[in-house]
């Protein structure tokens, strides 16, 4: 079993120059594996990632969020599939499996759902509960500011650091951090994180 990542610039064509989100989104999937075998961008604005433990889909696909929003009018559609991959190929997009199909089938459903992040597994009752979780994160996660999407991505890829640490990397004092955790809802997304991992887990030891 694997996750799958399929994914989409939201708008991208409003953006003058398109260098403003392809290098931090590029550094971000260079953290899970190299191009074409693991992520691959197409059509300019697309792109497909594994995710080889289908727990840490969501911890990925909120760190691609938080990345791509930290940049002003910018955000991403994202659909998580999880399953088997049956066909490995050389690029990840020419691989194949009900992982992909899953992540292929749920991104076309995204604009039609009116969200920007759902996830389809092989297991219906867990979809309907984690996408009707996925809605209420959604609440928050599309208040983000620009400050709010970069104090997520830091804390994701900064774990243990202390608070003075934080600021200094996001150019802010100390007492803001805590500030922008507050409403960025970190700690709530956390939580929420926990338990996907924890019943992804479950369902793949059933």
């Known amino acids: 079993m694997t996750g799958v990542l399929t ?4 708008n ?9 989100w392809l290098a931090p989104l590029k550094d971000v999937l ?9 992520w691959e961008i197409f059509r300019g604005d697309s792109f497909q990632l594994e995710v080889k433990k289908p727990e840490e889909t969501l911890r ?10 930290s940049i002003r009018f910018s955000d991403l559609r994202i659909a998580i599939g999880i399953g088997e991959k049956t066909y490995i190929a050389e690029t990840i997009t020419e691989s194949n499996g009900t992982a992909f199909i899953h992540s292929g089938e749920k991104f076309e459903q995204l604009q ?3 969200v920007t992040l759902a996830m389809r597994s092989p297991w219906p009752e867990l979809d309907r509960e984690i996408n009707t979780s996925l809605k209420l994160a959604l609440i928050a996660i599309d208040a983000w500011t ?3 999407a970069e104090f997520v991505s830091v804390m994701l890829q900064s774990e243990g650091l202390l608070q003075v640490e934080i600021g200094d990397k996001l150019g802010i004092k100390q007492n803001a951090v805590s500030g922008r955790s507050k409403r960025s809802h970190y700690h709530e997304l956390m939580e929420f994180e926990a338990l996907f991992r924890e019943k992804i887990k479950a369902h793949l030891t059933k």
């Open 60 to 69: 990925a696909a909120l760190l691609l969020k938080a990345t791509i929003k």
């Open 7 to 10: 994914a989409d610039i939201i």
């Open 12 to 20: 991208s064509r409003r953006l003058e120059d398109q260098r403003v």
């Open 146 to 148: 620009v400050g709010h």
């Open 30 to 38: 260079h953290q899970f594996g190299p191009t074409p075998g693991v």
């Open 112 to 114: 039609q759902d009116k």
